[in-house]
């Protein structure tokens, strides 16, 4: 979010679209700023309030700069928009100009011109109700874990190893890995077992003979998708990364599951549906990301409409103290390079780019219901504050504790209930030897992502996920060394930019995959271009 020093002029263009909605576009009759242009979203004021950087960051982000080729792209869009530019004078616009000098003044205005979303329904996570009444198990609680072989799944079957008396698995989907998932079937003896890669299932079961309790085993898609409805699990771990952990995700909620949600685009993506689907059937979606568990521990036993603003900590990345100037030079061994946090390349990536923040800023007005202009992002070097909230009362409410990806998953597996962790294995957090904990705001000339995010979220609908499957797609193509780091923001803007005229405010499912889809191969074609500026179609 913009400073409340800056002064910002938007004009304002409200087109009628084809489903009678109202969509704004903020456009700027100025020269675009040093950071990428948001959507063609130019504030004005932004380059004079940024003077000072002028010169250290016009080489490394002119993002702006794009070739004729480019140009017409983003000019007709896709296919179906193209076929619709002959009767654009037919639309009604209407332009007006804004001037705002305070920061709530332009809030109350992006909350008026800024809805076209329809907000999401009231969050299950946001009053933190407890049912005790729901327990219907007996013994250890049997769960499900989509994605066992991921970075999710092996911490969450490590803490099921240490606590056999408090969770049992009945179910295991992974992707390819059939070494460690036919390892994971003898040690926690489930009775279901998924391989997604279908060409995979032979060398499974030869991985698996002699196995003492040889489980059922179904190949693809569907096997996925079963290992998230057990009839035996109640709470199902979704770890799967990416658009495809969707539908296993939906199969469970409609299967009356709770979630223990540690895959992004259920919510980023499939939020206007999955949402409604959740309440409709009376379940519970459980943050396993360490800032959303944090909201969701500050939260409890909060009145509803307590709730005030929600702040994120972010730790930077690899390149928080990197010179804007440098950025031009990164390696992919550079952005590997986490500071405080061992997870993925692609989140690692992503971390540094901070679009793993800009993502969850779009995830918790989902899980909370809060407005964009409530979520708030600060960088927090140590990664020991993982989110805070502010009350009605202005008190700030924070959770601590070292940067241990086991904790939140833990919390959603035994929520209402606390399990006590030995400090062998899991430290306890002393303040007094950290010292000091810091706090800065982020620099969205760095990190252009920030803007990004926040504009598809009050975009709203299918935008969103086209953001995120395009940023997955860039990620890939950074580490496979086949664009620059900058090019990573510069393939998500023109991705999104292009999907304008073809957003969808309420998706279905159906929906919501097809955009997806299209995202990755919209992004996959853009290449860099021979002049060494902004990507262009292959």
């Known amino acids: 979010m913009p400073p409340s020093s800056y002064l910002h002029t938007f004009s304002v263009y409200i087109t009628r679209e084809r489903l009678g909605a109202h969509r704004p576009s903020l456009t700027s009759t100025h020269p675009p700023p040093l950071s990428p242009p948001i959507f063609g979203l130019a504030p004005r004021g932004t380059q004079q309030s940024r003077a000072g950087q002028r010169s250290s960051t016009a080489m490394a982000l002119k993002a702006a700069s794009f070739p004729g080729e480019l140009s017409s792209l983003l000019d007709s869009g896709t296919t179906r928009s193209r076929s619709r530019r002959g009767a654009a004078a037919a639309f009604r616009q209407r332009k007006v100009d804004f001037t705002f000098q305070r920061r709530d003044k332009r809030a109350a205005y992006l909350r008026t011109c800024c809805s076209m979303q329809q907000g999401p329904p009231p969050a299950w996570p946001g009053r933190a109700v407890i049912e005790p009444e729901r327990r219907s198990w007996e013994g250890p609680k049997p769960i499900s874990i989509v994605g066992s072989t991921g970075s999710i799944g092996t911490q969450t079957l490590d803490i099921v190893a240490e606590n056999p008396d408090k969770f049992r ?219 805070m909230i502010e009350t009605q009362d202005s008190s700030v409410l924070a959770q601590l504790g070292w940067p241990d990806m086991r904790l939140p998953i833990l919390y959603t597996l035994s929520w209402p209930d606390r399990v006590y962790c030995s400090e062998v294995t899991w430290p306890r957090l002393d303040l007094c030897k950290l010292g000091s904990l810091t706090f800065k705001a982020p620099d969205n000339v760095k990190y252009p992502s920030v803007d990004l995010a926040y504009a598809a979220g009050r975009a709203g609908g299918t935008m969103t996920g086209v953001l995120s499957a395009a940023n997955e797609k860039a990620v890939e193509l950074f580490i496979d060394e086949k664009i620059s780091y900058l090019d990573i923001f510069k393939v998500v803007e023109m991705t999104c930019d292009a999907h304008r005229n073809e957003l969808v405010t309420r998706p279905s499912l159906e929906e919501i995959i097809h955009y997806d889809q299209w995202a990755r191969k919209f992004a996959a074609n853009l290449q860099p271009s021979s002049s060494g500026r902004s990507p262009v179609l292959a």
């Not at 997604?196 to 003979?209: D, I």
């Not at 709470?235 to 709770?258: Q, R």
């Open 169 to 387: 698995v009945v179910a295991l989907a992974a992707g390819s890995n059939v070494t460690l998932l036919a390892d994971q079937v003898k040690t926690f003896k489930p009775k279901l077992v998924a391989v997604r890669n279908e060409s995979l299932l032979n060398e499974l079961k030869e991985a698996l003979a002699g196995c003492e309790e040889m489980p059922e085993i179904i190949p693809g898609e569907q096997g996925v998708i079963e290992v998230a409805r057990h009839p035996d699990a109640v709470t199902v771990v979704t770890g799967i990364v990416g658009c495809a952990g969707l539908k296993p995700t939906v199969a469970a909620i409609e299967a009356g599951k709770d979630i223990a949600l540690a895959n992004k685009e259920t919510l980023i993506a499939g939020g206007p549906f999955v949402l409604p689907l959740a309440h409709k059937h009376n379940v519970k979606i459980l943050p396993a990301d360490s800032e959303h568990s944090a909201i969701f521990q500050c939260i409890q036993g909060l009145s509803e409409g307590s709730l005030r603003r929600v702040i994120l900590t972010a730790s930077g990345g690899a390149f928080r103290d990197w010179p804007v100037e440098k950025l031009k030079d990164v390696k992919v061994a550079d952005a590997l390079k986490h500071p405080n946090w061992s997870m993925g390349k692609k989140i690692t990536v992503d971390s540094a780019t901070l679009f793993n923040k800009g993502l969850e800023v779009i995830e918790a007005h989902y899980l909370f219901g809060a407005e964009y202009d409530d979520i708030e992002i600060v960088i927090h070097p140590q990664s020991i504050i993982h989110s």
